[in-house]
């Protein structure tokens, strides 16, 4: 037991240690949204068992798939640490799990799973009983099941149908559960929760909990005891599947090479073009980060079929290509160290190269998606052609501007560990560079869809000058950037610090997210986090649906005022949306202006004093 606790000791200490600049923000961030789910939770607990377990379904997928959105989850301890130790396998998988309860993600569960003594308070005093033994097992049973899945993934990502496999499940998973609203209406229409989703929930091991406290209120003991059994024995075989990854993590595997076509390129550009288009079809990351938007634009679009609404279906494509610019936008920091091959080679027109490749990847499917559903739609043809084009070309140029301006230090591609999803250490800059982009890109396409919306088939002339324009002008940015400051980037990808003077080398020139006070950081991150709600939902789908004259009213505020107040709720709720978006990124910006000009000023304030300690 010395080795466990030894490992708690060691995540306890990290973490106290670690609770600053940018983690400290993000994991605030995190603890209040957390909180304010669990209080739902526990306020659900009070509907009856019907409702709570299916949401604790949806805190278990949460569970499983949301360290695999984040880049493999809470790694504070890997197993790689521990390899010298000739430790076995299972007490290695005991005291990681162990180490794995120390964090805020469990203890917001914990408070969460506390919706269970509500219900077996309510049910009398033998319920509330069985309620504190259950909410412990109910919370090993979620760390375990995510431990195991983000283990699965890492060895289905080893193999390119693995890496497909899993991108096209967590794209399905995470757009439905992004589009959890069309799930709202349709309870809405069905007068509460279908008794197939509650009898459903039960049957998962995040019901098994609800079922021993209700079965213990009723004091049905067999049921009650088969249900806290049956956690208990999942935990116990949980665990002894996770002890067989780990032993299997350490190994590695490359992908197959034989019959590969060698690279005849005769330019410098077409040599950077050539070994893009290879890299996006052999690094089994990049694919799973392709299936995973071309999946997740799919299913988002194809959501509202549930309660036959086929508006958003011609859609797929644009959400499609947002989201794999998203998932792309640190290019260069999955890369690695590879930079220093480009600044040894003089003329090299990397940027130009990456961009071609990205649109190679990603605007063929693009196309098919979009055009094929229109057809199967009827349109909109003049909104989509416009957005279309505009999207490509922003994608295009943020994923090189984005990639070299915010570049996040990430880990070589032949030195990942055993977990392929931890491709960088600063898992808070990634998810905040994924939701930048994310708001990026759609604004490339407003100039065109505001044309489109008022003059038809002009906007598709707009969208294509503007996604050539977005294309070009921000691709040469980043190839100014790129050539002015490459030694300054490969420097921070090889040490992955980044450097603590501007490009002047004046001190405290670097301002980023992780330099601003914690309050700034904490407001910019629900800026971020919730300046999508009043955007789109509340926003421009509330305006689709008024405009078309659809009967769907669900969960959209400016659909239930009177008939002369919708439309100026509408359009407030998207400017309110893009003022919280504004202002995340206005804060960092007057910081670091700020930051610029203190830096600016200390030379002559340093010159200032020498000379007055000259004349003195």
Request: charged content about 10%.
């Amino acid at each position: 037991m010395a080795v466990e606790l030894t490992m708690v000791q060691m995540k306890v200490a990290v973490l106290r240690h670690s609770m600053t600049g940018q983690r400290a923000g993000f994991v605030l961030m995190g603890a209040l949204l957390g909180l304010t789910l669990a209080a739902g939770t526990i306020i659900a607990s009070l509907s009856g068992a019907d409702l709570l377990v299916a949401v604790y379904a949806v805190w278990m997928l949460g569970w499983v798939l949301g360290p695999v959105f984040a880049g493999g989850g809470d790694e504070t301890l890997r197993p790689e640490y521990f390899t010298l130790l000739g430790l076995r396998p299972r007490r290695l998988a005991t005291g990681l799990l162990m180490a794995a309860f120390v964090g805020v993600a469990p203890a917001i569960s914990l408070i969460a799973l506390a919706g269970l003594a509500v219900l077996g308070v309510r049910l009398g005093v033998v319920a509330a009983l069985v309620s504190l033994p259950a909410m412990l097992l109910q919370l090993a049973v979620f760390v375990l099941l995510s431990r195991v899945a983000v283990a699965v993934l890492g060895l289905a990502l080893r193999s390119r149908v693995g890496a497909i496999g899993a991108g096209l499940a967590n794209g399905v998973i995470l757009a439905f559960l992004g589009q959890i609203w069309v799930v709202f209406v349709v309870l809405g229409e069905t007068d509460g929760i279908p008794q197939v989703v509650t009898d459903v929930a039960r049957r998962l091991p995040s019901g098994w909990g609800t079922v021993a406290v209700e079965a213990a209120g009723s004091a049905d003991w067999p049921r009650a005891l088969a249900a806290l059994g049956g956690m208990a024995l999942l935990i116990v075989l949980l665990l002894a599947a996770w002890a067989v990854l780990l032993t299997r993590r350490a190994g590695a595997s490359r992908a197959a090479t034989r019959g590969r076509r060698p690279i005849r390129a005769t330019t410098a550009a077409g040599a950077v073009l050539a070994k893009e288009a290879r890299t996006w079809s052999r690094d089994l990351v990049r694919t799973h980060q392709l299936t995973f938007a071309l999946a997740y634009g799919v299913a988002f679009a194809a959501a509202p079929l549930l309660m036959g609404w086929t508006g958003m279906l011609p859609w797929a494509g644009p959400v499609f290509v947002v989201m794999a610019a998203a998932m792309s936008a640190n290019l260069y920091g999955t890369d690695g160290t590879a930079l220093w091959l480009m600044l040894m080679t003089p003329g090299a027109n990397d940027v130009r190269g990456r961009q071609h490749a990205w649109l190679l990847a990603v605007a063929p499917l693009a196309v098919v998606l979009t055009v094929g559903l229109a057809l199967v739609t009827g349109g909109p043809w003049p909104m989509l052609l416009a957005v279309l084009p505009a999207l490509l070309g922003g994608g295009a140029g943020l994923v090189a501007l984005i990639s070299v301006y915010g570049l996040i230090p990430g880990t070589d591609p032949h030195r990942r560990g055993g977990n392929p999803l931890r491709s960088t250490d600063d898992d808070g800059a990634v998810t905040g560079m994924v939701y930048a982009v994310l708001v990026l890109a759609i604004l490339t396409a407003a100039p065109a869809a505001i044309t489109a919306a008022l003059y038809g088939w002009a906007g598709v002339a707009v969208g294509v000058l503007t996604g050539v324009l977005w294309y070009r002008g921000l691709g040469l940015l980043a190839e100014r950037r790129l050539l002015a400051h490459g030694p300054e980037l490969l420097n921070m990808m090889r040490t992955g610090r980044r450097p603590s003077s501007g490009p002047a080398g004046t001190p405290g020139a670097r301002t980023g997210f992780e330099d601003l006070p914690r309050h700034e950081q904490i407001i910019v991150g629900l800026c971020f986090t919730f300046g999508a709600i009043p955007l789109f939902p509340q926003g421009l789908v509330a305006g689709y649906l008024k405009a078309t004259g659809s009967p769907t009213r669900a969960w959209f505020l400016a659909l239930y005022l009177p008939p002369w107040l919708q439309w100026p709720t509408i359009v407030f709720m998207v400017l309110l949306g893009v003022a919280v978006y504004v202002t995340g990124v206005v804060i960092p910006y007057r910081r670091r202006r700020l930051s610029r000009a203190q830096a600016g000023e200390e030379p002559a304030v340093t010159e200032a004093t020498e000379v007055t300690s000259g004349l003195r």
